[in-house]
């Protein structure tokens, strides 16, 4: 008989964020798949629960994916967890899931914490609708490319970024985006949770004179507004932008997007400045 797979979200961040439902199947489970075994371990110790747990990370996906999914076809009980969270929302589980399915094996969500709806819900943002991108990527360019796509979604942007990277996420938002409202949630449900609120470049300068930032951070975006009135000259709007990180051509189309003209006419009067 096929076994099943539950997919469980976890705390975030204060251990007590977990349903009665999640302690049980974790309980129940002949197995445990865990993103780390040792941060996994801290929260079956919370709770009394003694199950053996198995590695499964981006490093070896792959391979663990197929024995954990020959383990259902002999009719194990596997619980997949993350770190934090839902897995598969930028963790790994994927690749289970998907041979689960393909095998006709049962999946189950056991839902709970998710630091993208909690900050959302907290950040004083419109939650009518909503993009969650993930990470945003590291390099300038690559980033401003991602934000000039979603310039014109009339959604919440949502994103995960690293400590270390958020300065520079923040200065290609303001760059991008211009003067929307932005939310930092960081450490959220932990004992030094915070949301910073402002413009990008308000929040950035508040980060900014920090020694240091530290911990999980979620960054927020509001929906797109209407072009503001920008007198900045065109070729220095667009050698910012070039500043940011942003290929030539890309940042004329943003100037372009923003002064609610067309590329070609930008360009055009950009060879006559």
């Known amino acids: 008989m096929p076994g099943k797979l539950y997919v469980v979200a976890t705390p975030i961040g204060n251990l007590e964020d977990i349903t009665y439902r999640a302690v049980r199947v974790l309980g129940e489970a002949d197995l445990i798949a865990c993103e780390d075994t040792r941060q996994t371990r801290k929260l079956l110790d919370r709770y009394g629960i003694q199950k053996?747990?198995?590695?499964?990370?981006?490093?070896?996906?792959?391979?663990?994916?197929?024995?954990?999914?020959?383990?259902?076809?002999?009719?194990?009980?596997?619980a997949l967890v993350s770190d934090a969270g839902v897995p598969l929302v930028s963790d790994p589980g994927y690749r289970l899931v998907r041979a689960a399915v393909e095998m006709g094996i049962p999946v189950y969500p056991v839902p709970?914490?998710?630091?993208?709806?909690?900050?959302?819900?907290?950040?004083?943002?419109?939650?009518?609708?909503?993009?969650?991108?993930?990470?945003?990527?590291?390099?300038?360019?690559?980033?401003?490319?991602?934000?000039e796509d979603l310039a014109d979604e009339q959604a919440t942007l949502i994103f995960y970024e690293a400590p270390h990277r958020i300065l520079e996420a923040l200065e290609?938002?303001?760059?991008?985006?211009?003067?929307?409202?932005?939310?930092?949630?960081?450490?959220?449900?932990?004992?030094?949770?915070?949301?910073?609120?402002?413009?990008?470049?308000?929040?950035?300068?508040?980060?900014?004179?920090r020694d240091a930032i530290k911990g999980e951070i979620t960054l927020l975006i509001g929906k797109a507004i209407g072009p503001a009135p920008?007198?900045?000259?065109?070729?220095?709007?667009?050698?910012?932008?070039?500043?940011?990180?942003?290929?030539?051509m890309?940042?004329?189309?943003?100037?372009?997007?923003?002064?609610?003209?067309?590329k070609r006419k930008v360009y055009e009067r950009l060879l006559k400045e």
Not at 53 to 65: G, L
Not at 185 to 197: L, Y
Not at 250 to 262: F, H, T, Y
């Open 52 to 78: 053996p747990t198995i590695s499964y990370h981006d490093h070896n996906e792959a391979e663990r994916s197929a024995e954990l999914a020959a383990r259902l076809g002999a009719g194990a009980t596997i």
């Open 112 to 147: 709970g914490p998710s630091a993208a709806l909690a900050a959302l819900a907290a950040s004083g943002l419109p939650t009518d609708a909503f993009h969650f991108g993930g990470f945003l990527p590291a390099k300038a360019g690559q980033r401003a490319r991602v934000l």
């Open 172 to 209: 290609t938002v303001a760059q991008v985006l211009g003067p929307r409202p932005v939310v930092v949630a960081r450490e959220i449900t932990k004992i030094h949770e915070e949301f910073v609120r402002g413009s990008a470049a308000e929040v950035r300068e508040q980060l900014a004179a």
């Open 230 to 248: 920008d007198d900045t000259p065109l070729d220095e709007a667009v050698a910012a932008l070039v500043r940011a990180g942003a290929p030539r």
């Open 250 to 262: 890309d940042a004329i189309k943003q100037v372009a997007r923003r002064r609610g003209l067309s």
